[in-house]
């Protein structure tokens, strides 16, 4: 059984850091395309940021240059560097497979950026 367990979020002010982990269970990740999601209140999941089963990344444009995405694989965790957040970066942070059908969904992680 697949488990995915986001961490790291927290309340910050604008132009403040955060880096968010999502560790997995239950499956290798490292062979698998990953990416970071996120639900905003009243909008739909989006995908911001992808990793390939190598070292590939892509972003959405609005984090590009802000966001890094990146892998630990003896670890078999994911991570996403947040930098110069911004209050539109406000919502629940999700990890999951970046293309075809998804894993169960964990819980999710809440950042919020605000002053």
């Known amino acids: 059984q697949v488990q995915l367990v986001e961490s790291g979020g927290d309340l910050v002010q604008p132009g403040g850091s955060l880096r968010l982990s999502c560790a997995a269970s239950?499956?290798?990740?490292?062979?698998?395309?990953m990416g970071w999601y996120r639900q905003a209140p009243g909008k739909e999941r989006e995908l911001v940021a992808t990793?390939?089963?190598?070292?590939?990344?892509n972003y959405v444009d609005s984090v590009k240059d802000r966001f890094t995405i990146s892998r630990d694989r003896a670890k078999n965790t994911m991570y996403l560097q947040m930098t110069s957040l911004k209050p539109e970066d406000t919502a629940v942070y999700y990890c999951?497979?970046?293309?075809?059908?998804?894993?169960?969904w964990g819980q999710g992680t809440q950042v919020t950026v605000s002053s």
């Open positions: 990793i390939t089963s190598g070292v590939g990344t």
């Open positions: 239950g499956i290798s990740i490292n062979i698998y395309p």
């Open positions: 999951n497979k970046a293309r075809g059908n998804t894993w169960a």
